[in-house]
């Protein structure tokens, strides 16, 4: 029998990170926009986040949020080992529908968040989080996930 860990252990530092650059492909300042039907961790992927490279992090929810006039599309969530984004590296983990929007200037847009299963998550050191969406949308999504560090 395994031992049992009776310390439990909280992260260190917060960390709130979104689609901060366009190094991943389909981001137009700083949105999401892009179509990707692949659901195998294969086309084109955006880090959301990225795991402590010694100690490892923990997330503990994802936030979606509409920049304004959009489709509806879904927002998949997958989890890569840190390596190059392709089937055997990255693994489809939730998905969530993103309704369309219609941008007002007396009514809010409505936040999309991922909680729950599988969330909290403990990412090992280097892990990602990647995001991508099924259909093109035209005024994007931001994407942020919520956690901290070891």
Excluded: H
Aim: net charge neutral; charged share 10%; proline share 5%.
């Amino acid at each position: 029998m395994a031992a049992v860990n009776t310390v439990p252990i909280y992260s260190k530092v917060g960390v709130n990170t979104w689609n901060p650059t366009d190094a991943d492909g389909p981001l137009t300042a700083g949105f999401l926009k892009s179509a990707n039907t692949n659901v195998d961790g294969t086309g084109t992927m955006v880090t959301i986040f990225t795991a402590d490279s010694t100690n490892g992090s923990r997330v503990d929810r994802i936030s979606i949020r509409a920049a304004g006039t959009n489709t509806a599309t879904v927002l998949r969530v997958f989890v890569n080992n840190g390596s190059a984004s392709n089937a055997t590296n990255t693994a489809l983990i939730t998905e969530v529908t993103c309704p369309a929007t219609s941008v007002s200037q007396v009514a809010a847009l409505a936040d999309v968040t991922i909680s729950g299963t599988p969330f909290p998550m403990v990412l090992a050191p280097g892990y990602k989080l990647m995001v991508t969406i099924g259909t093109a949308v035209a005024a994007g999504l931001r994407v942020t996930a919520w956690g901290g560090n070891y």
